[in-house]
């Protein structure tokens, strides 16, 4: 199902302006004229959080950095998946400390950490990305996010002049089937959505079902309309497995 996936801007050939693209223009605009926030992008696989986001970053200019990870094993320790998120940075960008990292990273719009950090594997087969480590490494990456909220807490003087920009999810696996707890899990998913707003701002991306339809036909014109609609019960409201079906 990579077909219709967006991994960079590049990529975004074929759009469609919807109410949570307007909602998310809105709160990244605001990121042009104030540092120190951090915006969560939530929304089941397949709804199109990178297309949304690669989008918004080409439509409103901004200056941005796409965060690049990569690891040598899946069986990497949180420490050292920690240790290498900074050794890449540092690769990166040219620097030698934490502190250099810091102040080349203030120098944008926003800091991006989508799909050049969570899929790279699916971009290079030689690279390991973070959700394929986080998959294997199931409950253990708690002590990951443990070391990043520390790191925050540690540097907050630097971080106040950074702006982050997270494409977020959070895969649990119930009876074999695979469920994001931000969008998949009705009125859990909405009360974890609220709690995660009185800290963050957040955008959840999602559309109605004349939204859904729309989109598919701009990719697939001859699209039946009934059979979006068969493929929205069976697969959500996700655009992109529709759009995979329909082509199949």
């Not at 200019?61 to 290498?84: G, P």
């Not at 050794?87 to 991006?112: A, F, Q, R, T, W």
């Not at 969008?183 to 957040?202: A, E, T, W, Y």
């Not at 699209?223 to 996700?238: F, H, L, M, P, S």
Request: aromatic share 14%; with cysteine; net charge positive.
């Amino acid at each position: 199902m990579e077909k219709y996936k967006v991994n960079s801007i590049h990529d975004n050939k074929t759009f469609l302006i919807t109410d949570c693209y307007r909602k998310l223009c809105k709160v990244l605009e605001s990121l042009k004229k104030s540092k120190g926030k951090i915006v969560h992008i939530v929304g089941a696989p397949g709804t199109g959080k990178s297309t949304n986001i690669y989008y918004a970053i080409n439509d409103l200019d901004l200056n941005v950095y796409d965060v690049k990870f990569s690891l040598k094993s899946v069986d990497a320790s949180s420490k050292q998946v920690f240790n290498t998120l900074f050794e890449n940075l540092c690769e990166d960008l040219g620097v030698k400390s934490k502190g250099e990292i810091y102040k080349k990273l203030s120098e944008y719009d926003v800091v991006l950490f989508a799909d050049n950090f969570h899929d790279s594997h699916n971009l290079n087969p030689h690279y390991i990305g973070f959700s394929k480590w986080t998959k294997h490494a199931g409950f253990k990456t708690s002590y990951f996010y443990l070391l990043c909220i520390t790191e925050y807490i540690k540097h907050r003087k630097y971080f106040k002049n950074i702006n982050i920009l997270l494409q977020t999810a959070w895969r649990v696996y119930i009876m074999g089937k695979k469920y994001d707890i931000f969008s998949d899990m009705g009125l859990f998913s909405r009360i974890i959505v609220n709690i995660l707003k009185i800290f963050f701002d957040v955008v959840l991306i999602s559309y109605s079902e004349k939204e859904i339809i729309n989109i598919v036909k701009t990719h697939i014109e001859d699209a039946d309309t009934d059979a979006i609609k068969q493929y929205i019960q069976k697969y959500g409201r996700k655009p992109r497995f529709i759009c995979d079906a329909l082509e199949k």
